[in-house]
């Protein structure tokens, strides 16, 4: 027997993000995600050595890995529609459970287990809000690239996104954000002191 879980994580390369604006580079959900991974791990290792927690570093970038997997089915809907009303938001949702539901059972039992809990995630739990923070942070990172590129098209989503982030008050997202986002403004040169 053949399962087809993995192929279709692969196929999150082909998602597009950002579809309702004009992008200098294109960002698929799988760089996106693995971006995420990356700042979720980072933030629940602030969360743990420089305020003293306890979070699961690696459920935070388990929770990023797969945070956008539905969309190998669903694609990305774009944020304004999404969040257009509460009826679009809720039946988008419930696609997304659906998708959720349908990628998992492309598994062998065992696996199903294991990768459930990731793939409909405790949205309740510290690790799932930190991850949720990694996703802004990435989408903030994104509209500094092209910012940096001339691309005006990203100016108000920054903005936006820099409020949300902050509005959360969450430390280990301030602590990123005072300590390592001013790195992405910085060109290679700038960056390595020459």
């Known amino acids: ?11 999150m390369k082909y998602i ?10 294109d960002e698929n959900i799988m760089e ?10 980072a933030l629940a ?25 539905g969309e190998v089915m669903t694609g990305d809907l774009p944020t304004p529609i999404k969040y257009f009303n509460s009826n679009i938001n809720g ?3 419930n696609l997304e459970a659906r998708a959720a539901d349908k990628l998992l059972s492309t598994l062998p039992e065992p696996l199903k287990n294991r990768l459930s809990p990731f793939v409909k995630p405790d949205t309740g739990c510290y690790e799932y809000k930190l991850m949720k923070v990694a996703d802004r942070l990435s989408a903030y990172v994104k509209c500094l690239e092209e910012l940096r590129c001339g691309n005006n098209e990203f100016s108000k989503a920054k903005k936006s996104i820099e409020e949300d982030i902050r509005s959360r008050n969450i430390p280990e997202a301030e ?20």
């Open 45 to 69: 290792v602030i969360n743990n050595e420089i305020f003293g927690g306890d979070a699961n570093a690696e459920k935070a970038a388990l929770y990023a890995i797969y945070h956008e997997c």
């Open 91 to 93: 039946a988008y949702k």
């Open 16 to 25: 597009k993000r950002w579809q309702l604006m004009r992008s200098v580079r």
């Open 175 to 194: 602590y990123f954000f005072e300590n390592f986002i001013p790195a992405f403004s910085l060109s290679l040169d700038e960056l390595e002191g020459l």
């Open 32 to 41: 996106h995600s693995q971006q995420v991974a990356m700042f979720a791990h």
């Open 1 to 11: 027997m053949s399962y087809d879980f993995y192929a279709f994580m692969d196929r």
